[in-house]
């Protein structure tokens, strides 16, 4: 799901012209496109990744009550911190998407400031 972020170096250097080639292509709409992808993408992601923490904080909130009716069992137990490390690595997930956000805007920007100015909502 991050194939636009990883390519997005490569993406703009084959959209965007050097001033040499402006007149062949409109990089105006290029950047519109391209910024429209992004927005795409990264809201999807983070939707995603959020729907799986909701999802995993539900079933741990659930084994941590069927582990205080059952204390001894250690298949629960097992089960629980399965599902607690889970949860931390999606939550981690969240960080890494901003990281890798913040470096596809960041490329964006230095190469589509001039051509396309995004709505005031990024």
């Given at each position: 799901?991050?194939t ?27 950047c ?12 999807k ?5 959020k ?7 539900a ?19 097992k ?19 901003e ?24």
């Amino acid at each position: 799901m991050r194939t636009i972020d990883d390519r997005i170096v490569h993406e703009l250097n084959t959209t965007i012209p050097t001033a040499s080639f402006v007149g062949k292509v409109d990089p105006g709409q290029t950047c519109k496109e391209l910024y429209e992808s992004l927005m795409d993408a990264h809201t999807k992601r983070e939707r995603i990744i959020k729907d799986c923490i909701s999802q995993t904080s539900a079933v741990v909130k659930t084994l941590k009550e069927e582990r205080e009716k059952a204390h001894e069992d250690a298949a629960l137990l097992k089960q629980l911190r399965k599902e607690q490390t889970k949860l931390k690595l999606m939550q981690s997930e969240l960080n890494v998407e901003e990281v890798v956000n913040d470096r596809s805007w960041k490329v964006f920007n230095e190469r589509c400031r001039i051509h396309y100015k995004p709505p005031k909502s990024q």
